[in-house]
């Protein structure tokens, strides 16, 4: 019953399964693969601006001059790098992404450093959009923004149950969120600057007119520290790239051509991002907008208790002052946006991970689809990861976003550099003109790509090193040495599995031990199975824990005549496992070229709570034997009435309704039952046939 409880529940949360040959049926048209896997960089324009606004703060008010420009910056970065994945999807098909890339072009080392860099890139993906998406609702429902921890975990396992049912069906999911997201920017932007420059209203932020402190020694006036506050509020804006490699990963999921509408995809994502980014970040200097890191401290006058608003929310407050539904509307596609930011990551990681599985670098259990064909496994993993980080962090986006972006700018910049690598190794033989001058353009893209990303990953590790990027780059080591752990583990037992030339050598006879406790219905079973295999001796074994017990078992043993030897093993300590071990390890002894069997007689149970109940020194036992050269360990299942009779008495008739050479079996009431109308053999005694 419990069993068919939790299937049932299972089929409620994720769906009927689907058959491996559904697989073509799962893939992505282009409106359902950007907000699959495109919803992060999209995002990102909910926070990116606030992370610029949030470092120049340091400064004062007048720093705040220079986002435009800082957002310009990073709007060019943004727009080379999505021109340089353009040439990675056409290069580079499979799926692989900056992984294949860095590994086929740049080394099998590289790879694996791109590869770490991805996975914690992806797990700080989750964490990060996830606690600014519950951030940001609780700008409008105070209730959420005191919970934001609990809403926060819930949130990462509704969006694992969501992608456990497959890619195409949270893709359908999530497309009008996303959707309605880009158009509620648009019309905020495109509405602000209409009543800016056309009816020519005065447009203020709620925090316009609030005085902000500068620290000592960050004056614009100070010409080293604030220029290295213009490049720290640079590293952060550029969270704004992350999630765009996460596409180059997930070619095989798009509808063909794959390649043309990956690279399709990019181009839309890079249109839209760059406009929304420059258009929020232009209106929050148009209406004075002031965003600050620590409001009670930084802010003078500040009412007590103040809860700073996010940036989205005080642009959607000043411009759509007189109109309540359109303010809520972009607080509501905001927060939904960037908790659905982290479904990037949920498609990326997965398949990630199933690559560097079937590359022997991680657990084979990642390399495995579903039910629902999506890579369950690796899901369930990401959301561990991520809700681990969650708590760690409290759900603070601006302790978080400290440890973000630097494993995508190392991935960015080994992609682009093997990428490199790649036009140059074809360049040589190619001889086709329009071929090398295509190739040519490539590199040249490629080249300004791998330029721009490394000086932006000097600048992050500049200035996040000591703000919490030390602990991304300790985890990408870490997760780095692992991999190389397990593919030097699966390389050695690959190479101790081998099969060689030699035939294989038969052992010279086999020696059957039935482990009793009690004389009962399952030890019985166990007896008669033993019995079964023919094997060249057999001998019961019980262990002398109480002299009471042991002598009630050899009256029983006299009694039933049981036509097998029982050897008491004493036990003065009163241990079973021990002396069971070492009573077998002397029959090796005795006969190193045979082989022992060892019957372990066991319940089936029905219920979870019976098995802490049940067969706990079965589990000892068969643990410390498994280690045992030469010694196999067989267990004979007995069922309890907790499990379902009903089944069990079909077996049971479907046994005796078998063949006349079918095997034997003892139903639960202890009753021989065999082939109808054959006969027990004249030396078997009827409590042994079972």
Do not use: C
């Not at 529940?9 to 058959?19: D, I, Q, V, Y």
């Not at 800082?70 to 499979?94: D, F, K």
């Not at 992404?97 to 080394?107: M, P, Q, R």
């Amino acid at each position: 019953m419990a069993s068919s409880a939790s299937s049932l529940f299972k089929r409620l949360l994720l769906g009927r399964p689907f058959r491996s040959d559904r697989l073509q049926h799962t893939l992505l048209p282009k409106r359902i693969a950007l907000p699959v896997f495109a919803s992060d960089p999209l995002s990102s324009v909910a926070y990116a601006p606030a992370e610029i606004l949030l470092t120049l703060s340091a400064a004062g008010a007048a720093a705040y001059v220079f986002a435009p420009w800082i957002a310009v910056g990073v709007v060019v970065v943004l727009l080379v790098v999505v021109a340089s994945y353009r040439q990675n999807v056409h290069a580079y098909p499979s799926g692989g992404g900056d992984y294949e890339v860095a590994t086929v072009n740049l080394g099998r080392r590289f790879g694996l450093v791109v590869a770490s860099a991805l996975l914690v890139d992806y797990v700080l993906t989750v964490a990060v959009s996830v606690s600014a998406g519950v951030e940001n609702l609780g700008s409008a429902v105070p209730y959420i923004g005191d919970h934001r921890l609990g809403i926060a975990v819930g949130t990462v396992a509704l969006l694992t149950a969501l992608n456990l049912r497959g890619v195409r069906e949270s893709g359908a999911l999530f497309a009008v969120p996303s959707y309605a997201f880009i158009v509620g920017i648009l019309a905020l932007v495109g509405w602000g600057l209409f009543r800016i420059f056309v009816l020519g209203d005065e447009v203020r932020a709620e925090s316009a007119d609030f005085e902000i402190r500068a620290e000592d020694g960050l004056g614009v006036g100070t010409s080293f520290a604030f220029a290295f506050l213009l490049v720290r509020a640079f590293s952060s804006g550029s969270a704004a790239l992350t999630g765009v490699e996460a596409i180059s990963n997930g070619v095989p999921a798009f509808r063909p051509p794959k390649s043309r509408n990956a690279a399709t995809t990019l181009l839309i994502l890079g249109a839209i991002s760059t406009s929304m980014m420059i258009g929020i970040v232009s209106l929050a200097a148009l209406t004075d907008l002031q965003y600050v890191e620590r409001p009670a401290e930084q802010i003078a006058g500040v009412p007590a208790g103040y809860l700073q608003p996010t940036v989205t929310a005080q642009l959607a407050d000043a411009i759509f002052d007189h109109f309540a539904p359109a303010y809520y509307y972009v607080l509501i596609v905001t927060a939904l946006i960037l908790v659905l930011a982290a479904n990037t990551a949920f498609n990326g990681f997965p398949v990630l991970g199933s690559i560097l599985a079937q590359d022997r670098y991680l657990p084979r259990q990642l390399h495995t689809r579903g039910d629902r064909l999506a890579f369950s496994n690796g899901i369930m993993f990401l959301a561990g990861f991520a809700i681990v980080l969650i708590v760690a962090f409290q759900a603070e986006t601006t302790r978080l976003i400290q440890l973000y972006i630097v494993g995508v700018f190392v991935s960015f910049t080994l992609s682009q550099t093997g990428m490199l690598r790649h036009w140059n190794r074809l360049l040589r033989t190619e001889r086709d003109p329009m071929r090398r001058r295509q190739m040519i353009r490539s590199r040249a893209i490629n080249g300004v790509g791998a330029g721009m990303t490394g000086f932006v990953l000097v600048l992050v590790l500049a200035t996040k090193f000591t703000h919490g990027a030390w602990i991304s780059i300790a985890a990408m080591a870490v997760i780095y040495g692992v991999m190389l752990g397990i593919r030097r583990h699966y390389d050695t037992v690959a190479r101790e599995l081998e099969p060689t030339e030699d035939r294989p050598v038969l052992p010279a006879r086999n020696h059957a031990i039935v482990l009793v406790s009690k004389v009962h219905l399952p030890t019985l079973r166990a007896i008669a199975y033993a019995q079964a295999t023919r094997p060249d001796t057999l001998t019961a074994v019980t262990v002398n824990v109480d002299d009471k017990d042991t002598r009630a078992i050899q009256q029983e043993w006299e009694r039933r005549q049981l036509p097998v030897p029982l050897t008491v093993v004493d036990s003065p300590y009163r241990e079973i496992t021990g002396p069971i071990i070492d009573y077998v390890k002397s029959v090796r002894r005795d006969s190193p070229r045979d082989v022992v069997t060892v019957f372990i007689p066991e319940y089936v149970v029905g219920k979870w709570w019976e098995n802490l109940l049940h067969n706990q020194s079965a589990l000892r036992i068969k643990g410390r034997l498994l280690f045992e050269p030469g010694v196999m360990v067989t267990s004979v299942p007995w069922q309890l009435a907790s499990t379902t009779a009903k089944d069990l008495d079909r077996f049971d008739q479907s046994l005796a309704r078998g063949p006349a050479r079918g095997p034997r079996t003892r139903g639960r009431d202890g009753a021989a039952t065999g082939p109808a109308g054959a006969e027990p053999p004249a030396d078997e005694t009827p409590a042994l046939r079972s």
